[in-house]
């Protein structure tokens, strides 16, 4: 066993108002600057959709992440010595500037400089990379709130597993249903960025696993941008360097969440850390598609299994830090509820932002012509939504239903609980029996609705400590907001985290 620590996080898109208060968070922190004005390492996507870039998910296009060969092995599905090789000078995989769009700003002065005259001025957009004026074609988030369907959400890759019939009734416009997908580099396990960089400038951090890009060894060959199936890896056509979400390690090893996390308005992020054992990764990412999500969460290790202790100690993650691990809103999610999936989990690299799937604010079915708005009837047409099952399993569980019908039918029962108990028209019976069919409990429905809806800023960001101590210096108090040691005995202060 070879145990390793991870920053991981989940985002809870059932909470997501799709403001891109996040987007915009990061843009003036990282990317407002020449070269990076195209650049979106947090951006916020109306599914269905097409995305930014352009059908990024279209991996006959892309070709990134891993694939199986023959002999049961991963292989980068775009990249290999030889194709390297015969690439680089010309990648043909890559997302051009109109994949992801021209950026572009006003000419503001118009306004001022304009003649006066019964017209009323305007500002004349030109391009930010050229300065010259474009006509404004695409956006980061050009189909936002489905805007341009018949261009834009009907031609999601995803919808390739759904049925026609389902395809035509999720845009009718009485069931019309989209939902908010935020989106920023995963920070893998298995980073097919990192396997694809000729030139090693793409590691993983040991103390934390978070994928850097070294900007004094990066030649600017572009192999990541192809190899990743997320999309998350920029060049900067000014520096000739690759970027990416770097997930604010300097916030993070200050014990402060990231800028997005920081300014979500609907609190939809979780951060914590996660133990896995890197010994059984290989095997992890070559099982069939279907069942990637489980062997995913194998690998992911209980922290308080006294073998993994050793094992982490005997890596250098020490108790302090084991405490914080096992206080990681994460490993609820995604190990003890099962409520979080991996977004494209075939791609096998092992994302580490895992997803709880939404399940929207229809509380009623119709049966058989029937408006059935009971308690049984919501819990039995979970297929039955309005965002088809196999859509969502295409996105969140390599096409394995069960694991989305499960974490909705979990949210549902969450729901009616919560709702049995404040309004009292849903009888316990019903809930009772829906809890045995999940395996649930009402100390764990209450869990769940606590660390959903009422959690503190502290209980959702739970960072590992390993730049605490000089976080502490540097402010001459403790993070508790005591002076002195005190905030150090972590047994005097035990579920709160960071």
């Known amino acids: ?12 898109l059932d909470k997501c108002i799709g403001c891109h208060t996040c987007s915009i968070a990061c843009k003036n922190v990282w990317t407002d600057r020449k070269g990076a004005e195209y650049m979106w390492w947090n951006n916020v996507e109306t599914k269905p959709g097409t995305g930014y870039p352009t059908k990024w998910e279209d991996q006959d296009k892309y070709k990134g992440g891993w694939q199986v060969d023959e002999e049961g092995k991963p292989r980068l599905r775009g990249s290999n010595k030889g194709k390297e090789f015969g690439n680089i000078f010309y990648n043909p995989n890559l997302p051009t500037i109109d994949d ?13 400089d304009a003649k006066e005259g019964a017209d009323q001025p ?9 300065g010259k004026p474009i006509d404004i074609e695409a956006g980061p988030n050009w189909d936002d709130d489905l805007g341009g369907s018949p261009l834009y959400a009907e031609n999601d890759p995803n919808l390739e597993s759904v049925s026609p019939e389902e395809k035509k009734a999720l845009f009718e416009l009485e069931r019309m249903v989209f939902f908010y997908l935020p989106r920023i580099c995963n920070h893998c396990l298995n980073p097919a960025c ?21 900007q004094e060894v990066c030649r600017g060959w572009r192999f990541c941008v192809t190899a990743c199936p997320y999309k998350k890896t920029f060049y900067n056509w000014s520096t000739g360097k690759s970027e990416k979400c770097i997930l604010c390690f300097p916030r993070i090893e200050t014990g402060q969440a990231p800028a997005c996390f920081h300014s979500c308005v609907g609190r939809i992020r979780y951060l914590g850390g996660l133990l896995y054992d890197a010994d059984r990764m290989v095997d992890a990412v070559s099982v069939k598609d279907e069942d990637l999500v489980d062997a995913h969460r194998s690998i992911l290790l209980d922290p308080s299994d006294p073998e993994v202790i050793a094992g982490a100690k005997a890596n250098g993650i020490d108790e302090t830090m084991l405490h914080y691990i096992r206080l990681s809103p994460v490993y609820k ?57 196999r859509y969502l399993s295409r996105l969140f569980a390599a096409g394995n239903d069960g694991h989305v019908r499960y974490a909705l039918k979990k949210l549902l029962t969450v729901r009616l609980y919560q709702r049995q108990k404040t309004v009292g028209d849903v009888e316990p019976e019903i809930v009772s029996a829906m809890m045995s069919e999940i395996g649930s409990s009402p100390g764990e429905l209450e869990a769940v609705y606590r660390m959903t809806a009422l959690a503190s800023d502290k209980e959702r960001f739970v960072i590992p400590p390993s730049h605490r101590e000089e976080a502490e210096e540097m402010l001459n108090t403790d993070l508790w907001g005591v002076k002195g040691e005190a905030g150090l005995g972590l047994t005097e202060k035990p579920a709160r985290g960071l």
């Not at 066993?1 to 809870?12: A, D």
């Not at 305007?122 to 050229?130: H, L, V």
């Not at 090693?200 to 994928?211: L, P, Q, S, T």
């Not at 919501?378 to 309005?386: A, N, T």
């Open 194 to 214: 990192v396997a694809a960089c000729p030139s090693g400038a793409i590691y993983k951090r040991g103390e934390d696993g978070i994928v850097l890009i070294n």
């Open 100 to 112: 992801y769009y021209e950026p572009f700003t006003y000419r503001y002065q118009d306004l001022f």
């Open 333 to 389: 999610y995604v190990k003890d509820w099962k409520l979080a999936l991996p977004l494209h989990a075939e791609h096998r690299t092992l994302p580490m932002l895992f997803y709880v799937p939404p399940l929207q604010p229809v509380m009623a079915t119709v049966q058989n012509g029937t408006y059935d708005s009971s308690a049984e009837g919501l819990f039995g047409s979970v297929d039955q939504l309005r965002a088809p099952i």
């Open 1 to 12: 066993m070879n145990v390793r620590l991870q920053i991981s996080m989940v985002f809870h």
């Open 122 to 130: 305007t500002a004349r957009p030109i391009s930010m990379i050229t």
